[in-house]
């Protein structure tokens, strides 16, 4: 169990995949754009 086990976090971040263990991180509406430092207006 460890880098080679699909079913670890671990495991999951060596093969750059998501699942249960590794959720994707959300990005908010309305968020900071990082690249140009604007924020988006509705």
Do not use: Q
Not at 31 to 40: H, L
Request: no cysteine; hydrophobic share 15%; net charge positive.
């Amino acid at each position: 169990m460890g880098k080679g086990d699909r079913k670890t976090r671990r495991g999951k971040i060596i093969k750059g995949t998501y699942g249960v263990r590794r959720p994707r991180k959300r990005v908010k509406k309305g968020a900071v754009n990082t690249s140009s430092g604007k924020t988006k207006e509705k």
